[in-house]
């Protein structure tokens, strides 16, 4: 571990003298990229640099026990590095786990109603409020991208996103199939019904990342439908992009101008080509899969909202909250964070293994 650290740090210092290379600002592109990797491991550096000055504290205090006079004053600075060590390593055996690298990413969300009708869309309305009060919490930007809303005033489809630092890694384990179990407002006998909505996060990527290449894209553009006043069904504002080479479609209606929902198509577009890429490439890592809290795949059920026992379960971590009404306001968090260090743990078992 500590020959692993000593790499890190070396790189660490590589890094900051090439991000203040003025031959390496003037090539944004590779600089981004260069601030990324240095952000990514300053918490390691900081945190072996710690280590390290505990480590010398504890030398000098076991020297100084030999003077009678600072004796005692040695033995408690030898006590607490020696309590403080093995919390340090800890720590930074949690810090030396691999870091997704979108975690720092804008996210692109979509929310599909499933099986269960109108019932299922007011379920993906009642989540896209739930993500959007949650992003109110951590202070990120909602924007829609593109909806496709029912009569009822719920969705058949809705697009957005979700801007501000990390939001990927506060949004990314909500990929799967949420299922609902309530009596709808409709059932006049009361009986209770189950429905499900699809929820798929994808991190926003850079140019740099993805590249498409123009002539595989066919554009399409349409009227816009839903609400939008004067606007909506007057002009083709509405984008829809083709990559023909996959077949994957990204549509963008909300904006007032063709050039504004071109732009938050690509986005789109680019996110999705991403995620199909590293699709391919988690399957083949067969071994990095057994090490994620689910897979993140849209057919996998994840959660269930059981409305008459005012309880909410997490299926892969068996982690329930009672938290009912508090949850669907957009208090995740304490759901969020035993995702994650449940995430934590598993690959840090199999980084032992």
Excluded at 100 to 126: H, K, M, Q, W, Y
Excluded at 323 to 337: P, S
Aim: glycine content about 6%; aromatic content about 8%.
């Amino acid at each position: 571990m500590f020959q692993k650290l000593e790499a890190v740090e070396a790189r660490y210092e590589e890094l900051n003298k090439l991000i203040s290379d003025p031959e390496v600002i003037s090539n944004q592109a590779e600089w981004k990229k260069l601030m990324k990797e240095h952000s990514s491991i300053e918490d390691v550096v900081l945190k072996y640099r710690e280590y390290k000055l505990t480590e010398k504290d504890f030398e000098e205090a076991k020297e100084m026990m030999n003077d009678p006079e600072l004796k005692d004053l040695a033995e408690e600075e030898m006590l607490s590095a020696k309590e403080k060590l093995p919390k340090l390593e800890e720590e930074l055996k949690v810090l030396l786990i691999p870091k997704d690298p979108n975690d720092d990413n804008n996210v692109i969300c979509e929310i599909r109603s499933g099986a269960g009708g109108e019932e299922a869309a007011l379920f993906a309305g009642t989540l896209f409020r739930m993500y959007s009060m949650y992003a109110e919490r951590k202070h990120f930007k909602i924007e829609v991208i593109d909806s496709n809303e029912t009569e009822l005033g719920g969705y058949n489809k809705i697009s957005f996103m979700i801007t501000g630092k990390g939001a990927y890694s506060r949004f990314k384990f909500e990929s799967g199939v949420h299922r609902v179990q309530r009596v709808p407002d409709t059932e006049s006998s009361g009986r209770i019904h189950t429905s499900t909505a699809t929820v798929a996060v994808l991190p926003e990527v850079e140019d740099v990342e993805i590249e498409i290449n123009p002539a595989d894209i066919k554009m399409e553009v349409y009227r816009a439908s839903g609400a939008g006043g004067q606007h909506v069904n007057k002009t083709s504002s509405a984008v829809r992009l083709i990559h023909e080479p996959t077949g994957i479609v990204a549509e963008c209606q909300t904006e007032r101008s063709q050039v504004q929902n071109r732009e938050y198509a690509m986005r789109l577009l680019r996110s999705r080509l991403y995620q199909m890429e590293k699709e391919k490439q988690d399957k083949e890592l067969a071994q990095e899969r057994k090490s994620q809290v689910g897979s993140g795949d849209r057919s996998e059920k994840i959660r269930t909202y059981n409305y008459p026992q005012g309880r909410i379960t997490d299926h892969r971590i068996g982690f329930s909250t009672f938290q009912f009404d508090n949850f669907l306001n957009g208090d995740l968090d304490e759901m969020i964070d035993n995702l994650i260090a449940t995430d934590r743990a598993e690959k840090l078992k199999g980084e032992n293994e």
